[in-house]
């Protein structure tokens, strides 16, 4: 586990990688998505999935960790899965009751939160797809008076997730929100056709 200076350290430089990469993406998703794929990989306690019943599945995912932005969609009834990493491709650009679980609650709160152990919380619901999360974040994009969305980061392994993980996690919630709004993304958001788009009104 590293020490909270190495944590520092190392969300220092990837918020100045992420900053640069996002800069030059393309669009409004590809800026979102040097966040979510930068955010499994820097954040956690990987020595958590070796504790005994680590993971809420039996046999343990292959795949463990994951991460995306739920953005508000303008009708403001529902959230969109966004620059997801390592959920079904069939959940890219979902859209998910805007009242639904902890994203919901974020959506209503504004605030953040991290739930370190999954099976503590009876309100939790499974959304992603790919495993049942045993600890997760999440940590709203705001701008001025706007909530724009939430970014959500999942272990399947109970425990991964810390307070200090949550203070990283939302300074890049905040990097986030400016790169959306500088790359057009309201507009972005409005021009998309949710005629066809799957609904989730419920987890499992």
Same mark, same amino acid.
């Given at each position: 586990?590293?020490?909270?200076? =190495?944590?520092?350290h190392? #969300? $220092?430089?990837a918020?100045?990688?992420? !900053? #640069?990469?996002?800069?030059?993406?393309?669009?409004?998703?590809?800026? /979102?998505w040097? *966040?979510?794929?930068?955010?499994p #990989?820097? /954040?956690?306690? @990987?020595?958590?999935a070796?504790?005994?019943?680590?993971?809420?599945?039996?046999?343990?995912?292959?795949?463990?960790?994951?991460?995306? *932005?739920?953005?508000r969609?303008?009708?403001? @009834?529902?959230?969109?899965?966004?620059?997801?990493?390592?959920?079904?491709? =069939?959940?890219?650009?979902?859209?998910? %009751?805007?009242?639904?679980?902890?994203?919901?609650? &974020?959506? #209503?709160t504004?605030?953040? $939160? &991290?739930?370190? %152990? +999954?099976?503590?919380?009876?309100s939790? *619901?499974?959304?992603?797809? !790919?495993?049942? !999360?045993?600890?997760?974040?999440? +940590?709203p $994009?705001?701008?001025?008076?706007?909530?724009?969305?939430v970014i959500?980061?999942?272990n399947?392994? @109970?425990?991964?997730?810390?307070?200090?993980?949550?203070? &990283?996690? +939302?300074?890049?919630?905040?990097?986030?929100?400016? /790169?959306?709004?500088?790359?057009g993304?309201?507009?972005?958001?409005?021009?998309?056709?949710?005629?066809?788009?799957? &609904?989730?009104?419920?987890?499992?």
């Open positions: 586990m590293r020490t909270m200076l =190495e944590l520092s190392d #969300a $220092m430089l918020l100045s990688r992420v !900053a #640069a990469e996002a800069a030059a993406a393309e669009g409004p998703e590809d800026a /979102l040097s *966040v979510t794929r930068t955010l #990989a820097l /954040l956690g306690d @990987r020595s958590a070796l504790a005994p019943r680590a993971y809420r599945d039996d046999p343990p995912p292959a795949v463990t960790s994951a991460c995306a *932005v739920f953005l969609m303008p009708d403001g @009834r529902h959230h969109m899965i966004s620059a997801p990493v390592n959920f079904p491709p =069939e959940q890219h650009h979902e859209l998910v %009751d805007i009242a639904l679980g902890h994203p919901g609650h &974020v959506a #209503a504004r605030q953040p $939160m &991290v739930l370190h %152990d +999954t099976t503590l919380h009876a939790f *619901v499974k959304i992603l797809q !790919a495993f049942r !999360a045993g600890s997760s974040m999440f +940590t $994009m705001l701008w001025k008076d706007d909530y724009l969305g959500i980061c999942a399947a392994a @109970r425990g991964t997730f810390g307070e200090r993980d949550l203070a &990283v996690q +939302t300074a890049f919630a905040g990097l986030a929100a400016a /790169l959306f709004m500088a790359h993304g309201p507009a972005w958001l409005a021009g998309i056709d949710t005629a066809g788009l799957p &609904v989730r009104r419920t987890g499992s």
